[in-house]
């Protein structure tokens, strides 16, 4: 079985090439469903039906282990999944997300006070707020939502993006640590850690590799299923020119197809 990795579009890209660089002797598949994109603007209803499709297609794919490689989808669909579909409708799969790893992350270092910038519908579900005062209660928490991110990026404009990350970075100028709570972000990290030089940046890209190879030595029962071909596939609902092309930066000649 293979692990499949999920999102709307190009954080999942990023998610994935943060799992190829920790294990890549691993099988992986791809499924961006760009069609359907920006998933944070869309109601809670559609994103848990494009969640469900979409892991139903990873599963018809041969994937046991899943990673919703999106905040948004985790924090609307992930327990729906965890708790009612995946038991009835393949039991023998597993399904992750990423929040609750970041929230892990974030905690490391004696944080007090930390920012959350994600879309509007994680925000709208106060998933950081909730697991990150799960484990620390007395922390100061701030969610903004930066809606006009996820389009840039996609539109390969990232001078707007530049700029509109400059602009949300000081809304978290006194915080001291900041969540780029949304799998796309990793891509404007930099803007970020230049416009805070003082506070720490979380970004997925840099934790999830490392998070999932802790995770399967915990999980020796789901790591002896995986296969090790080396096998990278990378599928998308709405194929364009502009994937073709990060993807190409990101895993040279691999092509990505349309499912
Ligand atoms: N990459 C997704 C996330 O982590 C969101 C993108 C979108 O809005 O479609 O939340």
Redesign the pocket.
């Known amino acids: 079985m293979k692990i499949g990795v999920f ?6 890209l990023v998610v994935t090439k943060a799992f190829i660089n920790a294990l890549p002797e691993y099988d992986y598949v791809y499924y961006g469903d760009t069609e ?7 109601t809670s209803g559609q994103i848990l039906s494009y969640t469900i499709e979409a892991i139903k297609f990873l599963i018809s794919q041969n994937c046991g282990l899943i990673i919703i ?7 609307i669909a992930l327990r729906y999944l965890q708790q009612r579909f995946i038991p009835s409708f393949a039991p023998d799969v597993k399904v992750l997300g ?1 929040v609750i790893p970041t929230v892990e992350e974030a905690l490391l270092d004696n944080a007090q006070k930390v920012g959350v910038v ?5 925000v709208r579900s106060h998933i950081y707020e909730q697991e990150l005062h799960k484990i620390k209660p007395d922390l100061e928490v701030r969610e903004i939502a930066a ?1 006009e991110l ?1 389009p840039f990026i ?1 539109a390969d404009n990232f001078v707007e993006a530049k700029k509109s990350a400059i602009e949300y970075a000081k809304k978290f100028e006194d915080v001291d640590s900041l969540i780029l ?5 990793p891509l404007l990290k930099e803007y970020f850690r230049e416009a805070l030089p003082k506070v720490r940046i979380i970004s ?1 890209d840099e934790l999830m590799g490392a998070k999932l190879a802790d995770y399967l030595r915990r999980h020796i029962e789901i790591d002896i299923c995986l296969s090790r071909n080396r096998d990278y596939k990378f599928l998308v609902s709405n194929w364009n020119e502009h994937y073709q092309k990060v993807a190409a930066m990101l895993f040279p000649g691999i092509p990505v197809r349309e499912k």
């Open positions: 999102d709307s579009g190009l954080g999942g359907h994109l920006p998933y944070g603007e869309k490689a999106c905040n948004t989808a985790t924090s990423v994600a879309t509007n519908a994680t809606p996820v996609e709570g949304c799998t796309h972000y997925q």
